[in-house]
């Protein structure tokens, strides 16, 4: 295996069960399809699912030119390799409400498509809770790679078995609330009057 070509770790916020991999200016989360309960993405954005509600996690990243060959599942609750796309090829780590941590640039051979492979552990420790110190882990190795589908390498956690229930889950839209008449006529006016 090649040494990484970047390599730093940092406490990183994470908020309402998640922390973000995202190229700048992408913001709007993709649909919450959790298929493999760790990470799901869309160009330019990927979520990392977190047990806890809010708090700090302990976070490293790697970055490689090449695929990660060695894989170690041992010390690992959930290892998952993932295709996420950069758009501009600065996608970095990170959060909602929240400076981004002193992390590197998670892309920086440029936009296109990267594996990343996303590992947790402690994630059932402090379900749902607000922590004020670390109690979960995550290493995220990446490089660059064409699209494929997850391959996973290791579930064993509630909180990952949770968030694939969840996706198996059919999403409901809410139906528009009924109009009131008199908006009903408004629309049928403006409608005459070419407006």
């Known amino acids: 295996m090649s040494d990484p070509v970047a390599k730093a770790s940092a406490l990183v916020h994470a908020e309402y069960h998640v922390f973000q991999l995202a190229d700048d200016e992408q913001y709007d989360q993709p649909a919450f399809r959790p298929e493999n309960g760790l990470i799901f993405s869309k160009p330019g954005l990927a979520v990392v699912l977190v047990g806890i509600n809010s708090g700090v996690v302990n976070t490293t990243v790697e970055v ?3 695929p990660v060959g060695r894989l170690d599942t041992d010390e690992w609750d959930e290892v998952v390799d993932h295709s996420i796309e950069s758009i501009s090829g600065q996608m970095r780590v990170t959060v909602l409400m929240d400076d981004p941590p002193e992390l590197p640039t998670l892309t920086p051979f440029g936009p296109g498509p990267y594996r990343v492979r996303v590992h947790a552990r402690g994630r059932d420790r402090a379900t749902d809770s607000h ?63 070419g407006n």
Request: proline residues 12%; aromatic residues 8%.
């Open 64 to 66: 490689y030119r090449h």
């Open 131 to 193: 922590v004020s110190e670390p109690v979960e882990d995550y290493l995220l190795q990446i490089w660059p790679g064409r699209h494929e589908p997850d391959a996973v390498h290791k579930q064993t956690d509630r909180t990952g078995a949770m968030f694939r229930r969840a996706a198996d889950q059919p999403v409901e839209m809410p139906s528009p609330p009924p109009e009131d008449g008199w908006e009903r006529k408004a629309r049928a006016r403006l409608r005459r009057h």
